[in-house]
């Protein structure tokens, strides 16, 4: 057996395979598909103070293009910044936050109207709209006739 695998070894490397492959599709199927009509969520604080952060940075340190680099200094600027200091970011950031929570009653009403509507058609087939359709238009003609 000088260099070979023995027949032990494949065996666990072929167990290893299949269950790496197995958890894969599980994975993939609980996720659920994402709504792009849905309202993004949003900044914090943080991220608001963050959007200005970056521009002032960027001019500072024109040479320094690290994302982490900027991140770091951000966040270790906002630590040192008094309640005081972070009240305009926060003030936005709930600003924002409000904006958003309209933004979401008005998505959701529009789910619930927009699902009992679909409904109604779903529940009546295409024939069924059609004939429907038809008998108007027959029931025009009839009167055009009369005149």
């Known amino acids: 057996m000088k260099g070979g695998k023995s027949k032990a070894d494949t065996r666990k490397t072929d167990s290893r395979l299949k269950s ?3 958890g894969v ?5 609980k996720k659920a598909a994402k709504d792009p ?14 959007e200005e952060f970056r521009k002032v940075y960027a001019k ?6 690290a994302v982490s680099a900027v991140g770091k200094a951000g966040g270790e600027k ?5 309640e005081s200091e972070k009240a305009p970011f926060v003030a936005k950031a709930e600003k924002r936050k409000a904006e958003y929570n309209k ?3 008005a998505y959701n009403k529009k789910l619930a109207g927009g699902n009992g509507a ?3 058609e779903s529940d009546k087939s ?3 709209v059609n004939d429907e359709e038809e008998e108007d238009e027959s029931g025009e003609e009839e009167e055009e006739d009369d005149e």
């Open 20 to 22: 790496k492959d197995a």
């Open 25 to 29: 599709g599980k994975r993939q199927s």
């Open 37 to 50: 009509n849905k309202p993004k969520r949003p900044a914090s604080a943080f991220f608001v103070f963050m």
């Open 60 to 65: 500072e340190h024109p040479n320094n293009k």
């Open 78 to 82: 906002w630590k040192s910044l008094s």
């Open 103 to 105: 933004n979401m009653q």
């Open 118 to 120: 679909d409904e109604e």
């Open 126 to 128: 295409k024939s069924e």
